[in-house]
């Protein structure tokens, strides 16, 4: 037996392994219509709970606050409550760095067409970029800034 019998024969076991081994049972030469909609609706529920949607529906949140500088959209200085504005704010953002993450998925797709490939990858590096820097100032404005107050040393 040679190398390449071999290996195709273990090529062939490793792929009846991963179709005796799916839980979805189809015929042999079927589609699978439901699985890019399932995927959609999973991906979507992820980004939901993520940022916070199960807690502004069991909390009934505000959409904006009324505080001494006028209406915000962020509860200042706590990360334990969050709005109904900040929850799509979020929602959105995730969306964004999902997109993102896709892209950089895509841009391996096109190894053979380096000009695609480069501008899928740059693109998802920028999508991916601006998620993180949006949500970094968000968490930014709900810790507050704490301003240290170095006192002179008086006499006692």
Known sequence: MGVKTGLWKLKRSLNNLAFRMSF???????????????????VGFTIFVLAGGLFVLAQ?????????R??????????????????????????????????????????????????????????????IISLYFVIYDKIGQTVRVRRKPGPL
């Open 70 to 131: 006028g209406l915000q959209w962020v509860y200042p200085g706590d990360v334990n409550n969050q709005t109904t504005l900040e929850a799509v704010f979020s929602g959105l953002v995730y969306i964004l760095g999902f997109v993102g993450v896709y892209f950089l998925f895509m841009s391996t797709r096109f190894v053979y067409r380096p000009k695609r490939a480069y501008g899928f990858l740059a693109f998802g590096m920028m999508l991916i970029a601006i998620f």
């Open 24 to 42: 979805i049972r189809l015929a042999p030469g079927s589609s699978r219509p439901l699985l890019p909609i399932a995927q959609f609706f999973i």
């Open 60 to 68: 009934g949140g505000q959409g904006l606050l009324n505080v001494s």
